[in-house]
């Protein structure tokens, strides 16, 4: 039986189920209700779940954190004017589901991702991942660099995330950036942290961190530098390398991010944070995350909503380079 | 790319994501992580989402309930001890997905249910619907009783459903059964509304009720009779008849379903309630619905939780008779 | 300009706001969408707020009970199939509105209620009180007894109510009923409490408690002896008496009634609590009040759902002994 | 029986409840403690909620709006020093209550608004409505456009609002804007949406837009020009011209304004819409709306202590307007 | 500085601040506001924290459940009327604050727990444990079977724990009971479930259950048998065996317990649970834990009210084991 | 038994719950798990709970804010890199518990705390007051009065809080700093408030509190003036004088601080209120509170996680300032 289901169709693109014909409240919550990665020959882009949160020192739910971001995505329309693009008719764009994740092991895990997003970009594909905690940022490098070399990376948070272990854990959400330096993942001129705020452990803490390759910008810049200073130097810093983006979620603060693990007062806007990411319209995007997005401690949807749109003009990014490289 | 998901295959049935395999928190929520109903060639259960809530009358918010309602649903298992059976293998269960309603216009909405259902009883599968507001049982009565005629309707509700119109409007939550025995499509000996309570507009809608076939099982009559001589009544009305059961969340008391349009104080618990639905064994059930599931004023999946054990419980019958037949 | 608001008129009585008409969630948030004491010439049962919680202990909140109470009441219709009565056809019943009560003064606030309550009762009327904590019980025990001397007060409770002081504090919604027993309020031998669980400051209390006439129904005799066994206990304490009840809504578990302000577990259903409140049928009863609703605690309003069911009850019965008393 | 209820009266007006005598929790929640319509002889202002959500695309919850404002509006005071002025003292402002609108009939909800605001103009007062969904801006600007000829709509939105149908529905609330245009409601020189941002389902969407009269001002434009450029922008816009401003929550970022249907990440703070609001201090308002407020997504009421404050500055705007044109 | 809390002190033992002095609200939440263990010399009862959710399964949040049910445990008074004692004179009671568990190793968590349950017992003190997921029964009864040998298990949960792995991990909380079994820790005549529903993953976990040496009392059995026959056979299956008590608190219904981590329909209630835990009187007690709790999922603290009232009761029957101990 | 808590000890200092050797959602929730007054011999700063809130006159809920500031706070770290300071190494800080103070009687209540800060001073520390309700900054003050003479206030507060009475009540949440005046408390050329906003009873309000010594500095000056022209003003205003901080969250946005009594829309965001308070460096800070957090009205924390890190950046400039003249 069943009929097929009334989609956008545009050029080869299978796009998202067509809202005018369907309202956005019904059928299967994928990402922004675009296709299943099986009903594609190919795809540009792929949204893909990391249901993981065993890496998270302070509040869980992260484990969640797929699931509730799409249900959030079926407001998400096709074109972005804020970037001025139609997303999925420049690319095809799916959803490629959650990887099998072992809640119990994190060793495990982080070879299931490395796999998960090998298998992705042999598929053709630039990962646009959905967390889970920030522990799976390092498998996502490993695979990267595999293919790409050193990469620089634009993180997004409030924390720096390198430090070294916790109760003797070396994987856990607070140290992947420290151990994709150590494994030479990173290119070290070229990283930086975006709104980090809040208290450390310690002065060391920041030295360390240097000597990964991360410049620091402190959400007190914005207030002392302004938004496009900003966005200069962040786009000075990774001009001509192949770029990674990060985002935790906690870089916005907890009345845009309530749902959150690890929450720090003082932080961006969701629109600061929108700001941000549209600029990097430039940059040689190959592939982002967003992370630490937990439902337990959302409402009315407000992390999702957020999330869901950062990942929504990520993904316009990388499809408007998928479109020039095809035109070329 | 994507590799097969794990799941439970057994005989001629394919089963659930494999929770051994898969946490329960991954992949997406399909109907108790259930095969789409274009995974199989042939159904014999179809679980059906109606995201529809233009018939409410106080509280809306039921059209996000489908989707609410199987997030609950991951965390069903494939054994069922209070039946001893295994519904899954016992016959082929699906996710159809939703149906697309159009919340504009409810004569168009009654008439796409009716047509999917057909289409459903046409692929050979029972359904078991998940609501959406009540307004959906008249058109699944009609189709039914093209297919089998008279049918006899066991409602779990605190109200009537009785009603002729409200401002004029003839099709609402309120009045499905009215129209329904208007329209000849119920087996006036046979029908009955089990868990009736709350102050009602008049006592005329108690005459009327009776006229539309129904007799009446009021929830004090719970602790008047005990349970045991509720369940008795209820199979001898429905003996040797066609059986479809309608379940109105808001049957249960608000402490066990906050999440409904229009609650009322002093209803039944989820184990009373668990405890009639199981006592269905013996019927011939045609299909099922379970309705008024209200997301935005549910807190922890209480009220979710209970409807996806209520659906598990209604498929497990079908099921057993399913495989009866089959056998015989 | 103001077109009448289309209402239920019956005989001489005023009623809801006609629900045919008007939907339910329009309109002023009157107690079940009833008049308001200056539309009508008289009345027969007038509700009442009483916005106060400085005589909390605990969680406070309750000064926003009775417009949360209002607002969950839209709900309410004509017929009371419970009782079999129109309780606002048999008896004119209307909205007071609210005492206007000192938040930062106990003692005015004990006169400004026993001068209100008196004030109702010249008006003919009776009061249905809508707290606001148990605080207020005392100061309407004290109006009725003026008028009719000892009074047998059924008190539904998860607590005695009957402590000396709080840090000094006489005047609480912990004191109420002993200091109404030392100023001769009650009736000595006719006063019980329904409910009582929960640990205690010491088994003293309970030594305390009896010379003030009170005898207790604790929530495990429920099980022990049975509904019914408990209300034939109930009426024969007070058979023949005048009778005001008092309900705590923290005497329901915290399942059913979250926005309370001392909860105990282990507590009544609404189901067995409404059974209890409308066996008081053939009882003299002077008033009534429903204290203790703290909406931040509540979710979805189960505890104001519960709160105006108990109040409709407890107007039903009301109104059958006005009509009664009307024809005889 | 009852009291006066203790008012500030100054001059001729009619004011709010007297905070200084009544606790702001206590009383009728009129809008602002102001006294209903049938209190007054005459009006100059006029606040009228429509409980109706029928129109909404995505979440629905809007039909408790009026409601939901009016409590949060306790906490409105009598001199407002942003304006310098006694909005109370310098006008007659009222509550006219809810509109009885049909929840099944969009067609019969737009004659009964439309009938009603004509009622409140021929009363000789201004209409400040409180949504409800964003379908009711319609038939207002009909009933406005009777009296005043073609309006100037100053429309504070994420959204365009000026699609043509939904699933073949003319009219819903992402339809009213376009539907203006069409009936010839629209000034065509100088209406505009301000806040716009998120993503469209076309391109074209924007070129129809501006075919209806309307310039953009996306949120975007708050960063890159300025508030103040803005203000400039939006009175030059419409200097001169009868102007009417209607303002959907969701103009709001989801932090501030989480209680709405259709959110979008990015948006305006509510110190940001109060600021324009308030510019608005010179033009002719004749009349302004506040909708999608669902309270079912609101927590704290975040949400409706943003609308309830920008209705009284609209309220204050037009009063400074009304105390001008009686003295002249 | 800091002048000495207000406690109540009886012959030897140090009580509860005295809430006739200190507000409840105020103040450190150690639970039922005892002395924390190094203000005493000795102690025979010990509550004390296991902040782990690294176990479980579905949702996580269980790491918050200690602190979250000692705020609710502020509550508790120092008479307990349902067992006629006064706990806290019988028995020095303690709060021995949180062990330090190590969210990223189970193994190493086993460990710590096995030392801090045998450093309380050789302390002389029963361990009254507040999870934490249910994987921390199995390093408690270990240290308990060091010291008693094998030990009946009255194990209260809507699961039956005693699966064998989850994705390979042996330790979680899904397996203690197996694990146990396996270790030759359980006495295989004497264990029992208590309130098992809800499906099984297979028929065969039932009876891989029964070789452990658990009887099974099935929620179901509540109805058919009654709570005093239940009682009765569990009283028999545990007679005159050293007893450990573990208490999941999803046994009881979503309803009353909608905080924890793997809800099931249709459960006990509070009120039935705290019948049965209060029946334990005559048991040989050696501990007791409660878990699952997962304060994110909490609304008002119904669950962990529950929680410490059961809490409450266990300490109750172990003191008055201690008093008659001490009197012998 | 019981091991010492692994803590951070620098120099002379008792530090902070080591986080790397034990999870900070392990261990009692003392402020920044510091340690308890009695576990040290002398202290620079005491955080001090006032769990009161009688003095409100809309939402109550406050006398829970200390507990749930604590349990927000456990997410500080030891270095603050906002002001390059380790504020736990430079000065000793403890948490000195909760003043015991008397719901039922301001006046008694205002005596206990004028008597605890005293006390706290005399012990050579600084008070970081938690609150509670406003009413605290009275006696505060007055205690600060005795020992440094005439104090310069900056207040940071939605609201004036120079009232007169309510109700007749002189000692309320509303009056603190007209009490102050009146009593000759403050510096009458030094005072500020800082976020005025929201309409007032009266112009004259504004009048009154210029007598009192006050400066006013709007929200919308923030816009007008921008932040680092406010932060010079409120320097040059204070400069040179003994200085107390009180910060009334409902200064900032109630999307930032959901959790409070009388919000107000239109309010500064947490980021710039940390802004303010981190300027404050160069000023003799004497002590400072944080209060009005009402935690039922609260969401994930937001507004407990905004009252830590304000508290934090105070004590971090009182433990510099303490630094400084040790070494002096």
Chains 1, 2, 3, 4, 5, 6 share one sequence.
């Not at 630039?126 to 660099?145: C, E, N, Q, S």
């Not at 900003?230 to 845009?256: E, H, N, Q, T, W």
Request: proline residues 7%; contains cysteine; negative net charge.
């Amino acid at each position: 039986m069943t009929k097929p289901i009334p989609r956008i169709v545009t050029g080869e693109t299978l796009g998202q189920v067509d809202a005018s014909q369907v309202p956005r409240f019904a059928g299967a919550p994928t990402f922004a209700r675009l296709p299943r990665i099986d009903e594609v020959k190919s795809a540009d882009i792929a949204v893909i779940g990391m249901p993981f949160d065993a890496g998270a020192s302070f509040r869980s739910g992260a484990r969640f954190g797929p699931s509730h971001i799409r249900e959030a995505s079926r407001l998400l329309r096709p074109y972005n004017p804020a970037q001025d693009a139609y997303p999925f008719e420049l690319a095809q764009v799916v959803d490629a589901g959650d990887l099998n994740l072992n809640t119990y092991d994190i060793l495990e895990t982080l070879a299931t991702i490395e796999a998960g997003i090998t298998e992705i970009l042999n598929f053709g594909a630039k990962p646009m991942t959905l967390g889970g905690d920030h522990t799976i940022a390092l498998p996502i490098l490993r695979a990267l660099h595999k293919k790409f070399g050193p990469i620089a990376v634009i993180h997004f948070d409030a924390h720096l995330d390198t430090w070294d272990t916790y109760y003797g854990a070396p994987y856990t959400h607070g140290t992947p950036f420290r151990r994709a330096a150590e494994e030479g993942l990173l290119d070290l001129e070229s990283c930086l942290h975006v709104g980090i705020r809040g208290p450390l452990y310690s002065k060391q803490d920041l030295t360390d961190d240097a000597t990964f390759g991360f410049q620091i910008i402190r959400t007190e810049d914005f207030d002392d530098l302004g938004t496009e200073a900003i966005i200069a130097k962040m786009l000075r810093r990774v001009a001509g390398k192949p770029v990674y983006v990060s985002i935790d979620v906690d870089v916005m603060d907890p009345a845009f991010a309530p749902g959150t693990g690890t929450p720090e007062a003082g932080g961006l806007s969701s629109r600061e944070l929108l700001r941000l990411v549209r600029a990097l319209d430039a940059t040689n995007l190959l592939g982002a995350d967003i992370v630490e997005v937990s439902p337990p401690y959302d409402h009315a949807q407000i992390t999702a909503l957020a999330a869901c749109h950062l990942a929504y003009d990520l993904i316009t990014t990388m499809a408007k380079a998928t479109a020039a490289a095809k035109k070329a």
